[in-house]
């Protein structure tokens, strides 16, 4: 892996520097087409994985029932139930999110977000209680592994170039922008001891490119038709088509 001049970001940077703040004048959003350059034939969002959280339900020392009403904690039955039902069937605690939209009715559209699943208070107290994530910012160690899978077809033998949130690195002596093998990657952020994945990732001739912004709980991906039927008909991945216009902000209003 070798550092690059920043300079190479700049053709991602111009998308960057759009207006996303929600206090900005006539703010109606933040969309697909402000992560990523509109080059190409498709576009799929990855949702960051979900997992069932036991620490509650294995606590020792349980909240008594005079506890739970002192305290206003909701009884969660729907994610309490479901939780327990996949330990006892032994299925891995990763839950997808179109499980737990029909689980909890809500819409499964490419707008989705975490908080469409928090639109209840009570579900918004009791999710932390019983699931763990998304993760913001960050393939997993499943997500990461089957990217580079996907994406080996489709890096040449120049290499890709990888960009590291300036926020995400925490350290000013690693670069922010890094040249090198795909197959190169994984090492390379053990050995710097890097915490998150690089934000973008694309070849050298532009033909994909990859974003997992710092603050999102989903990576956005575009390429070729090919490529992208790929990502969303992965088995491990959960991924959903969408389009440069596609809303991806957590403001998203919960379909009815």
């Known amino acids: 892996m070798h550092p690059c001049p920043d300079d190479e970001f700049e053709w991602i940077r111009t998308r960057q520097e759009q207006p996303r703040a929600r206090n ?33 339900i294995d606590d020792p020392r349980p909240l ?26 032994g299925k891995d605690a990763r839950i997808r999110w179109k499980t737990l939209a029909d689980l909890l ?30 993760d913001d910012g960050n393939l997993n160690a499943k997500e990461f592994p089957e990217m580079l899978s996907i994406l080996r077809t489709y890096c040449g033998s120049e290499g890709c170039l990888f960009r590291f949130s300036e926020r995400g690195i925490g350290t000013p002596d690693k670069p ?10 994984a090492p390379f952020l053990t050995e710097k001891s890097y915490q998150f994945t690089p934000e973008y990732w694309w ?24 490529l992208i039927s790929s990502v969303v008909n992965n088995a491990t991945l959960e991924a959903l088509e969408v389009t440069p216009q596609t809303r991806i902000d957590n403001a998203v209003p919960v379909p009815r």
Not at 108 to 116: D, G, R, T
Not at 203 to 218: G, I, K, V, Y
């Open 24 to 56: 900005t004048p006539n703010w109606k959003g933040n969309f697909v087409f402000q992560l990523m350059p509109i080059r190409y034939e498709a576009y799929a969002k990855i949702l960051h994985s979900i997992e069932a959280s036991y620490h509650n």
């Open 64 to 89: 008594t029932e005079r506890e739970i009403a002192i305290l206003k904690i909701p009884p969660c039955k729907t994610l309490r139930s479901f939780v327990e039902s996949l330990r006892e069937d």
């Open 105 to 134: 009715d809500v819409k499964f559209e490419p707008e989705i977000c975490h908080e469409w699943f928090l639109a209840s208070k009570e579900e918004s107290i009791c999710w932390p209680r019983f699931l763990r994530g998304p």
């Open 176 to 185: 922010l922008t890094v040249l090198g093998a795909l197959d190169e990657l």
């Open 203 to 226: 070849p050298t001739d532009r033909s994909w490119c990859l974003c997992s912004e710092f603050d999102s709980e989903f990576t956005v991906v575009g390429g070729s038709r090919d």
